[in-house]
């Protein structure tokens, strides 16, 4: 069972950057790691994804702004966002899914993700 608990959301003003944490127990060694986000009356979208092999992806709205990276000694997985715009205002949300065989999945849909964490609020001010 994997467990994950986010912080780090905030309010901050457009152009201002913030770094959320989701701390993580419980995967193993094949996995997927990403950080959701639903903003008030949208459906919950994908930005960013990290497998257990290095690779990451991310959504078109928020690449080269945002990164998404893991820290395994502190069992960890963070979001940093740089260059934040009022668009990116939502709750955002840590997702994880455990391989049991294969490559682990890049993907951004959330009906791949088996895990969730309870969301972190993130406000960005004009």
């Known amino acids: 069972q994997v467990e994950l608990v986010e912080s780090g959301g905030g309010s901050v003003q457009a152009g201002g950057s913030l770094t959320l944490s989701c701390g993580a127990s419980g995967y193993s060694y094949s996995y997927s790691f990403a950080w959701f986000r639903q903003a008030p009356g949208r459906e919950r979208e994908g930005v960013a994804v990290l497998a257990s092999d290095g690779r990451t992806d991310y959504a078109y709205a928020v690449k080269g702004r945002f990164t998404i990276t893991q820290d395994n000694a502190k069992k960890a997985i963070y979001l940093h966002m740089n260059s934040l715009k009022p668009e990116d205002t939502a709750k955002y949300y840590c997702?994880?899914?455990?391989?049991?065989?294969?490559?682990?999945?890049?993907?951004?849909?959330?009906?791949?993700?088996?895990?969730w964490g309870q969301g972190t609020q993130v406000t960005v001010s004009s």
């Open positions: 997702a994880a899914v455990v391989y049991v065989w294969g490559t682990p999945r890049l993907s951004r849909r959330e009906t791949d993700f088996a895990y």
